[in-house]
């Protein structure tokens, strides 16, 4: 069964960093894309960013272009998302997701505020 958890969101102020994670489970993680969505509140979920299998190519947002930086660990089943000067308009709660199919984590709250 697929499993997704991503963890290391939290408060931080304009300008400041954050580091998500998320561990996959219950499929061959190297054999997947995997990609980060947000949703902030009152909007439709949106794809931050994704990154292929193994050759590490990478595709971005617009909004992020620049401050936001996907990457993978396979040995790990892990996919991290490093956010350099967040916005206020990062807020949102943040899923990562495969290509394998329609599964999603419980999501990972970030919020961007003074």
């Known amino acids: 069964q697929v499993h997704l958890v991503e963890s290391g969101g939290g408060l931080v102020q304009p300008g400041g960093s954050l580091r998500l994670s998320c561990a996959a489970s219950?499929?061959?993680?190297?054999?997947?894309?995997m990609m980060w969505y947000r949703q902030a509140p009152g909007k439709e979920r949106e794809l931050v960013a994704g990154i292929s299998p193994r050759h590490g190519l990478l595709n971005y947002a617009d909004s992020v272009k620049g401050r936001f930086t996907i990457s993978r660990d396979n040995a790990k089943n892990t996919v991290y998302l490093q956010m350099n000067k967040l916005k206020p308009e990062d807020t949102a709660v943040y899923y990562c997701k495969s290509s394998i199919g329609d599964f999603w984590g419980q999501g990972t709250q970030v919020t961007v505020s003074s």
């Open positions: 219950g499929f061959t993680f190297d054999n997947y894309i």
